[in-house]
């Protein structure tokens, strides 16, 4: 039998001004009841919502997903992993909402959706009215609307900020060490662009996949409602499924590291090209290479070279990393 998800931790009565560093750095989620109650857009939450959101529609293009409802709300891949099991359409917001709209009250209707879309571009002055301050931290806002769809369990690299304006969400969240419980597919071809995890959380199928049950037992789960927010720490795997006829969510995006980083996903895929086929034993003497000069790097590891000489074993800025960038594509390309 499954294990239950373990609650998220729980904090009551912190408002916008209360998010400081100790909370945006948390290395474990959070749940934050009432954040963002005092939104318009929350207090538009029911059946004015849509009509909130129409008001700040112009010209804007998203792409949105679109489904047969026997798919039951899942965004996911076809039978055999070939394509996927919705399409793609590039179509103007307002007229995803009119049909939002126009299957309000329909018991099986077809999945709409659209994923992380920039505000700023989709509906202009939103962001003027509800809004956080989130200090320092370069953060992209983006918006998530549809109406009963289920998001497979995925990572992001950046922290995120996620809140709930109309609708409710079920949030299930794993953490990164239950990456081999959750067979996660294909990892350059994707519904979205991050891996998802295989199994269905609705319906998992222990034989095809019996390390999930351990997964569970790892879980933790929470159900937001309108103007509740969640704190998901980066790399954390996250299930993310509405629950209403109609939902809204806005996200924000940072990350805990320096512009001049690239995403650690580049080193994977140099990783898979260059590593994982190599002998055993070379494959271990990588792993060493790796453990001392990446994972394990401390002041120790290049103290033995003049700081002059250090080079890309020194301290990185954008100039080193632009050298650093260069390199690596000349190594590539030759």
């Given at each position: 039998?499954?294990?239950?998800a373990?609650?998220?931790r729980?904090?009551?009565?912190?408002?916008?001004?209360?998010?400081?560093?100790?909370?945006?750095?948390?290395?474990?989620?959070?749940?934050?009841?009432?954040?963002?109650?005092?939104?318009?857009?929350?207090?538009?939450?029911?059946?004015?919502?849509?009509?909130?959101?129409?008001r700040?529609c112009?010209?804007?293009?998203?792409?949105?997903?679109l489904?047969?409802?026997?798919?039951?709300?899942?965004?996911?891949?076809?039978?055999?992993?070939?394509?996927f099991?919705?399409?793609?359409?590039?179509?103007?917001?307002?007229?995803v909402?009119?049909?939002?709209?126009?299957?309000?009250?329909?018991?099986?209707?077809?999945?709409i959706?659209?994923?992380?879309?920039?505000?700023?571009?989709?509906?202009p002055?939103?962001?003027?009215q509800?809004?956080?301050?989130?200090?320092q931290?370069d953060a992209?806002?983006s918006?998530?609307?549809?109406?009963?769809?289920?998001?497979?369990?995925?990572?992001d690299?950046?922290?995120?900020?996620a809140c709930v304006?109309?609708?409710?969400?079920r949030f299930?969240?794993?953490?990164?060490?239950?990456?081999?419980?959750?067979?996660?597919?294909?990892?350059?071809f994707?519904?979205?662009?991050?891996?998802?995890?295989?199994?269905?959380?609705?319906q998992?199928?222990?034989?095809?996949?019996?390390?999930?049950?351990?997964?569970?037992?790892?879980?933790?789960?929470a159900?937001l409602?309108?103007?509740?927010?969640?704190?998901?720490?980066?790399?954390?795997w996250?299930?993310?499924?509405?629950?209403?006829?109609?939902?809204?969510?806005?996200?924000?995006?940072?990350?805990?590291?320096?512009a001049y980083?690239?995403?650690?996903?580049n080193a994977?895929?140099?990783?898979?090209?260059?590593?994982?086929?190599?002998?055993?034993?070379?494959?271990r003497?990588?792993?060493?290479?790796?453990?001392?000069?990446?994972?394990?790097?401390?002041?120790q590891?290049?103290?033995?070279?003049p700081?002059?000489?250090?080079?890309?074993?020194?301290p990185?800025?954008?100039?080193?990393?632009?050298?650093?960038?260069?390199?690596?594509?000349?190594?590539?390309?030759?």
């Open positions: 039998m499954l294990a239950s373990e609650p998220i729980e904090l009551h009565g912190v408002t916008p001004s209360d998010l400081n560093d100790e909370l945006l750095a948390s290395a474990d989620p959070l749940v934050l009841r009432g954040l963002v109650a005092r939104w318009p857009a929350v207090q538009a939450s029911g059946t004015s919502a849509n009509a909130y959101l129409r700040f112009r010209d804007a293009t998203v792409v949105a997903m489904a047969p409802p026997d798919i039951g709300g899942r965004i996911f891949y076809n039978e055999d992993l070939s394509g099991n919705f399409t793609s359409v590039h179509t103007r917001l307002d007229q909402l009119h049909e939002l709209e126009r299957h309000r009250d329909n018991p099986h209707p077809p999945t959706y659209v994923g992380s879309t920039t505000i700023a571009t989709a509906l002055g939103y962001v003027e509800n809004s956080l301050d989130l200090g931290r992209l806002a918006i998530w609307i549809g109406n009963r769809v289920r998001v497979p369990a995925h990572y690299l950046p922290d995120n900020l304006t109309a609708g409710r969400r299930t969240l794993f953490p990164p060490a239950q990456l081999e419980n959750l067979y996660v597919g294909p990892l350059d994707t519904p979205a662009g991050q891996p998802i995890s295989l199994v269905d959380l609705h998992p199928d222990l034989e095809r996949f019996p390390r999930f049950s351990e997964a569970m037992r790892h879980a933790r789960s159900e409602e309108p103007g509740d927010a969640i704190f998901i720490p980066s790399m954390w996250h299930h993310v499924e509405a629950l209403d006829c109609f939902n809204v969510l806005v996200n924000y995006w940072w990350r805990q590291s320096p980083m690239d995403t650690p996903a994977l895929m140099l990783s898979l090209l260059s590593i994982r086929d190599l002998p055993p034993e070379q494959r003497a990588w792993q060493e290479v790796f453990r001392h000069y990446v994972f394990e790097a401390d002041e590891t290049a103290a033995h070279i700081a002059s000489a250090r080079r890309m074993l020194g990185i800025d954008d100039n080193a990393a632009r050298m650093m960038r260069a390199q690596l594509l000349n190594r590539i390309n030759r």
